[in-house]
Nanobody, 125 residues
Framework: QVQLVESGGGLVQSGGSLRLSCAASRSIFSDSTMGWYRQAPGKERELVATITNDGISTYADSVKGRFTISRDNAKNTVYLQMNSLKSEDTAVYYC???????????????????WGDGTPVTVSS
């Protein structure tokens, strides 16, 4: 049974920092691009950052220079270090795994999309 379990959310003042963690099932982690998404009240879910299984990362423009995504493959865990937090960062943050496994030499793949239940982050002004 594949699970993604987020932790580390909470209440922080503007300018502060938090580190989110997402522990993923061993069975899918090594073959997954991991990501963090967030959804604020009344808004659609948006991409925050992603990191491939070999460490290539991408970021939303709104968090570049402030957030850092990383992964520890030995622990099957992805992190999101959030610095210089702003009130507009307030949202529920979701861990995502985009699983991709090549199943033959012709390039056929197995693809799955997994989500955690989310961890809330509230930034006060």
């Amino acid at each position: 049974q594949v699970q993604l379990v987020e932790s580390g959310g909470g209440l922080v003042q503007s300018g502060g920092s938090l580190r989110l963690s997402c522990a993923a099932s061993r069975s899918i982690f090594s073959d997954s691009t991991m990501g963090w998404y967030r959804q604020a009240p009344g808004k659609e879910r948006e991409l925050v950052a992603t990191i491939t299984n070999d460490g290539i990362s991408t970021y939303a423009d709104s968090v570049k220079g402030r957030f850092t995504i990383s992964r520890d493959n030995a622990k099957n865990t992805v992190y999101l270090q959030m610095n210089s937090l702003k009130s507009e960062d307030t949202a529920v943050y979701y861990c995502n795994a985009k699983f991709l496994r090549v199943i033959n030499v012709e390039g056929a793949t197995a693809k799955r999309d997994y989500w955690g239940d989310g961890t809330p982050v509230t930034v006060s002004s």
